[in-house]
């Protein structure tokens, strides 16, 4: 990668932390700008130790718009990586305008601070789940998008919203990236994720299961129309994940090149392409972390579909993407993540 200068919103998060780890090994100079409402500051030096060198960290919010003209003053950047935004679908459900205002508000403020400061290359952090409930696995960037929840609407209002920038204004060069389910953690231990409460997701359920912090793992539902009755998910490791940014950056930067302009907005999916179910991720996590974890088989969760997984090709034609890990790697990153974590106080 060409040496950039990335501006990355909401980067002491899960996925925003490996992406600027990734960044900074990778020679760019990555700029954090998160409110730490998800996250916490020692990130910033526990990027430092993994990448040898230090991220910049601005405390700031999104919907700050003194902030973000300060911000963009104060760096000449080459591109932004947008991951700030609340991100839990039952809580969406039940508190849908702070959703609207974080993930909505604050990009549009985002939007227009990097207009105003002529960065327009972009990746925007979506979500497998604009495929919404109708389309048949798996999933292609091209099917038709709908929501069913909050969280979600704010994820496609978002991929709306660039794809009208882009067609008014074609010196915008956007990726849409839709991920699929991120887990592990960084191979260090030292980041990960570091979910507030109990955890809504199967994995970081999981990891508190095997540290004895919750009691047993509850299947949601195991009468899915699956080959073990569990629900089916594309788990992609988040070192994968963060690497797919940096090819994405890279692609961006070579499409303007060659169109000498902006390149529009360009959904592309970020998974594995095979799906992976509840039972065998338990199996997976049991064989990491060397204990038996206790499952109980409850009701389906409402919302919850029986298999979602990528279709991974645009990623590789586009951006020559791959992924390097499978779930046995997701789960002993993650235990050695939540091992390191506990030790620590984090
Ligand atoms: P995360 O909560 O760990 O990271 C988000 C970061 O944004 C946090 O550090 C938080 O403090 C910060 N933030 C939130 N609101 C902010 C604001 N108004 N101003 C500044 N900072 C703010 O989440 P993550 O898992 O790293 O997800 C990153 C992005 O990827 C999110 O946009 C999320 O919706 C999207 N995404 C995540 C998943 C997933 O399963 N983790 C799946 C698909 C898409
Ligand atoms: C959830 C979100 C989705 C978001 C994605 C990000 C919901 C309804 N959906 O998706 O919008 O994009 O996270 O990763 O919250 N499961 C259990 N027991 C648990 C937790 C989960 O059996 O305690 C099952 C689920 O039924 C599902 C699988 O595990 O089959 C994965 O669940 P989860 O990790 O919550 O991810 P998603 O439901 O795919």
């Not at 809504?200 to 080959?227: C, M, Q, S, W």
Request: net charge negative.
């Amino acid at each position: 990668m060409s040496k950039k200068k990335v501006l990355v919103t909401g980067g002491t998060g899960f996925i925003g932390s490996h992406t600027a780890a990734v960044l900074l090994d990778q020679g760019c100079d990555a700029v954090i700008f998160d409110n730490l409402s998800n996250s916490k500051i020692g990130v910033v030096d526990r990027i430092r130790r993994i990448a040898a060198r230090r991220p910049d960290f601005a405390m700031g919010d999104i919907r700050d718009k003194a902030a973000l003209s300060a911000l963009f003053r104060a760096h000449d950047f080459d591109a932004v990586i947008h991951f700030a935004g609340l991100k839990a679908v039952g809580e969406s459900v039940a508190k849908p305008l702070p959703y609207y205002e974080n993930n909505i508000t604050g990009s549009l403020a985002l939007y227009e601070a990097m207009g105003n400061a002529g960065v327009r290359t972009l990746i925007f952090s979506s979500s497998a789940t604009v495929y919404g409930p109708v389309n048949h696995v798996p999933y292609l960037e091209g099917m038709p998008l709908s929501a069913t929840n909050p969280y979600g609407w704010t994820k496609l209002m978002n991929e709306q919203i660039l794809r009208d920038l882009c067609a008014a204004d074609p010196s915008w060069s956007v990726a849409l990236l839709r991920y699929f389910n991120p887990g592990g953690a960084h191979r260090s231990g030292l980041i990960g994720e570091d979910p507030n409460g109990i955890p809504n997701n199967l994995l970081p359920y999981a990891a508190k299961v095997a540290a004895g912090e919750l009691e047993r793992i509850h299947i949601f539902g195991d009468d899915y129309d699956t080959p073990d009755g569990t629900g089916v998910r594309d788990y992609i490791h988040v070192m994968d994940l963060a690497r797919g940014h940096a090819l994405a950056l890279d692609w961006l930067a070579a499409k303007r090149r060659g169109a000498g302009a902006g390149s529009g907005a360009t959904a592309i999916n970020l998974g594995t392409g095979k799906g992976t179910s509840v039972r065998e991720i338990i199996a997976a996590f049991e064989a990491a972390c060397g204990k038996t974890l206790p499952a109980v088989v409850g009701p389906r969760r409402p919302g919850d579909l029986a298999a979602t997984y990528a279709d991974a090709g645009l990623a590789r034609e586009l951006l020559g993407f791959e992924t390097e890990y499978g779930i046995e790697d997701i789960c002993a990153d993650i235990w050695k993540w939540q091992q390191y974590a506990a030790e620590n106080g984090i």
